[in-house]
C-alpha cells in the first residue's frame, strides 16, 4: 500500500527553516543517530537515508565523517531533493520512495528519521519498513526516530513540549497552538506496535534506545 507524505513549495522551504525548531532535541538526535552509525558500521559501507528531505537527516554524520560512508538519500519530494542537493553534492541523492530502488541495491545501514508518523497504520508503516528491511545487508542496521504515543499523561507533554519550544526555540503562542494540534493529529503510535511492525518487517531483533517526551528512538537488526 503506497501512501507519501509530500512537501512541496513552501511546505518544503519551511521544513528546510524550521524542522531544527519543529522537533526536541531534533540537533541531538542527529548527533546520536550519526554517532551510533560511526561505531557500529565499517568506512566504506552503503548507508540509506529514507525520507531524507534536505538532507538534515545525514548532516551531522556528513560534518564528522564526510567520507566515511556512500551515503544515498531518497524522498519522493523534487523540491526537497533538490535542496539536499545543493547541500551535499557528493551525495547520491535521488527523487523516489524507498520502494523504487532496485532491490539488488543492498545497504549496511539505514535510517528513517521522523517520518513514519504521517503515514496510516493501515499497512502504509508496514510497507515502507519492509521496503526499507529488504535492502539491508544481513546484520543490517536500521535506526528510527518517530513521534509516538508514550502512554504517558500527554496533556503534561504537550505542555513540557510547548515550554520548551516556547522559550529555546522562539515559537510565539498562536504559532505553538497551531504546531500541536498538528502533532496531536499524527498517525503515532505506541512503542508496542513499533515492535510488532518491526517483527512483521522482517527485522529479528530491536530495541528502544530513546524516549523524551512524545519522541522515541528504536534500532532494529535485518
Known amino acids: 500500500m503506497d501512501f507519501i507524505e509530500t512537501f512541496e513549495g513552501d511546505r518544503a522551504t519551511q521544513y528546510e527553516n524550521k524542522i531544527g525548531k519543529m522537533i526536541p532535541f531534533y540537533s541531538g538526535v542527529a548527533e546520536l543517530v550519526a554517532s551510533s552509525l560511526i561505531d557500529s558500521i565499517p568506512q566504506g559501507k552503503k548507508i540509506l537515508a529514507a525520507g531524507c528531505g534536505t538532507g538534515a537527516d545525514f548532516g551531522a554524520l556528513m560534518k564528522v565523517a564526510p567520507d566515511r560512508y556512500r551515503i544515498t538519500g531518497v524522498d519522493p519530494s523534487p523540491e526537497m531533493i533538490e535542496q539536499a ?13 524507498v520502494s523504487g530502488l532496485e532491490k539488488s541495491f543492498l545497504f549496511s545501514g539505514a535510517t528513517l528519521l521522523f517520518v513514519l508518523h504521517f503515514l496510516p497504520d493501515d499497512g502504509a508503516k508496514l510497507s515502507l519498513l ?18 509516538y504515543d508514550s502512554n504517558e499523561d500527554m496533556d503534561s507533554v504537550f505542555k513540557d513540549v510547548a515550554g520548551y519550544l516556547r522559550t529555546f526555540q522562539g515559537w510565539d503562542d498562536s504559532a505553538l497552538e497551531t504546531y500541536l494540534n498538528r502533532v496531536k493529529t499524527l498517525n503515532k503510535i505506541p512503542s508496542k506496535r513499533y515492535a510488532e511492525l518491526f517483527k512483521e518487517a522482517g527485522f529479528i531483533k530491536w530495541k528502544q534506545i530513546f524516549q523524551a517526551h512524545y519522541v522515541g528512538g528504536w534500532i532494529a537488526f535485518r
Open 85 to 97: 542537493k545543493k547541500k551535499f553534492p557528493n551525495a547520491e541523492l535521488i527523487c523516489s520512495p
Open 130 to 147: 519492509k521496503d526499507i528491511s529488504s535492502r539491508l545487508e544481513p546484520d543490517g542496521k536500521f535506526i528510527l526516530f518517530d513521534i
